[in-house]
């Protein structure tokens, strides 16, 4: 009897390597994110890009803007929008805290960092202040 391969796949960690280049990373949370069934599998493939993504704040909700996961090559009718607005899953006091930090002047939400802890998907999150170029 042949042994059987004893790798275990793990997922890749997905980062904005740009957003450290371009920011000053004051304080960093880490949030869950709402996503669809074969989102979860494009990210496990590694298929997705942080790059120009940023985080804004809605109706006390924090919303991902501009995330792109590429679409599951096996994927059907029910394949996922590439870029769609991802809801970030926090604590009501971290909401409370980004908010404060947001409403002063030259601070905005980035992604870090997208990665599996437990079987779930997490966002490093940034909270950033523009360098001077």
């Known amino acids: 009897m042949?042994?059987?391969?004893?790798?275990?796949?793990?997922?890749?960690?997905i980062k904005?390597?740009?957003?450290?280049h371009d920011f000053h990373i004051d304080e960093t949370?880490?949030?869950g994110i709402a996503?669809?069934?074969?989102e979860v599998k494009s990210i496990r493939d590694g298929k997705a890009s942080l790059n120009e993504a940023f985080a804004y704040l809605q109706d006390g909700e924090v919303w991902l803007?501009?995330?792109?996961?590429?679409?599951?090559k096996f994927g059907s009718y029910a394949n996922h929008d590439e870029r769609r607005n991802r809801k970030l899953?926090?604590?009501r006091r971290e909401i409370r805290e980004i908010d404060k930090h947001i409403n002063q002047k030259g601070y905005t939400l980035v992604p870090l960092k997208l990665y599996f802890k437990g079987g779930y998907a997490k966002v490093l999150m940034g909270l950033a202040r523009g360098k001077k170029q």
């Open 29 to 31: 949370y880490e949030a």
């Open 65 to 72: 803007k501009n995330m792109y996961i590429k679409p599951y």
């Open 2 to 13: 042949a042994k059987k391969d004893q790798q275990s796949h793990t997922p890749p960690t």
């Open 89 to 91: 899953l926090l604590k």
């Open 35 to 38: 996503l669809k069934g074969t």
């Open 16 to 20: 904005n390597r740009k957003a450290r």
